[in-house]
Nanobody, 116 residues
Framework: QVQLVESGGGSVQPGGSLTLSCKAG????????IGWFRQAPGKEREGVAC????????YYLESVKGRFTISRDDANNTLHLRMTSLKPEDTAVYYC?????????WGQGTQVTVSS
């Protein structure tokens, strides 16, 4: 059963912006640690931005600090990744992630391409 459904990827020119969204299924996103990961061709998957449950701590990959913002919308059981000032090196498949006390969930992945 699909528990995380992503949307919002696409192609954008350098300097542009995109917002990725990830809608959770039956589990309650507000009680989970959440995160966004990405994987570029020929590279390992890396963590881009993460928040602990209850938002007590937030992590950003050094190369995206000041440009990306992770957030959760508890009312709509959705997490977002706002990406600004995009660079060609941000090109990758982006995956959302949520971890509860008992389970780990992954989205299906969405392609982000930054190119002129």
């Amino acid at each position: 059963q699909v528990q995380l459904v992503e949307s919002g990827g696409g192609s954008v020119q350098p300097g542009g912006s995109l917002t990725l969204s990830c809608k959770a299924g039956e589990f309650i996103l507000g009680s989970a640690a959440i995160g966004w990961f990405r994987q570029a061709p020929g590279k390992e998957r890396e963590g881009v931005a993460c928040k602990s449950n209850s938002d007590l701590s937030t992590y950003y990959l050094e190369s995206v600090k000041g440009r990306f913002t992770i957030s959760r919308d508890d009312a709509n059981n959705t997490l977002h990744l706002r990406m600004t000032s995009l660079k060609p090196e941000d090109t990758a498949v982006y995956y959302c992630n949520a971890e509860t006390l008992s389970d780990v969930y992954w989205g299906q992945g969405t392609q982000v391409t930054v190119s002129s």
